[in-house]
Nanobody, 128 residues
Framework: QLQLVESGGGLVQPGGSLRLSCAAS????????IGWFRQAPGKEREGVSC????????NYADSMKGRFTISRDNAKNTVYLQMNSLKPEDTAIYYC?????????????????????WGQGTQVTVSS
């Protein structure tokens, strides 16, 4: 069964950090670009960050630049999202998604409808 599984979410105080993981099973991520999205209650899903299949290019939403870092370890078939300086407005369910045949994301991240596989999400809550 082909699936993505997110982990690493939880409750953290403002200013704290979390590292999310997106692990693939049933297929290799080597040829897939990965995107992170999030959806807060009552809000639309928004793109957070993305990374090309090789890891050679990354991109971030403006509000995440300088705070979030996306990376990947293809040997572990896993993509990470390091989130620092977290704010209450970062509270959301975070999803990872995989799209094949995207070799660069330097200009922009692929839009959500383009992704082939999605995870079930992991809850991130930033609160004191």
């Amino acid at each position: 069964q082909l699936q993505l599984v997110e982990s690493g979410g939880g409750l953290v105080q403002p200013g704290g950090s979390l590292r999310l993981s997106c692990a693939a099973s049933g297929f290799t991520l080597d040829y897939y670009a990965i995107g992170w999205f999030r959806q807060a209650p009552g809000k639309e899903r928004e793109g957070v960050s993305c990374i090309s299949s090789s890891g050679g290019s990354t991109n971030y939403a403006d509000s995440m630049k300088g705070r979030f870092t996306i990376s990947r370890d293809n040997a572990k078939n896993t993509v990470y999202l390091q989130m620092n300086s977290l704010k209450p407005e970062d509270t959301a369910i975070y999803y990872c998604a995989a799209v094949v045949r995207i070799t660069t994301v330097q200009a922009m991240c692929p839009k959500a409808p383009l992704y082939d596989y999605w995870g079930q999400g992991t809850q991130v809550t930033v609160s004191s």
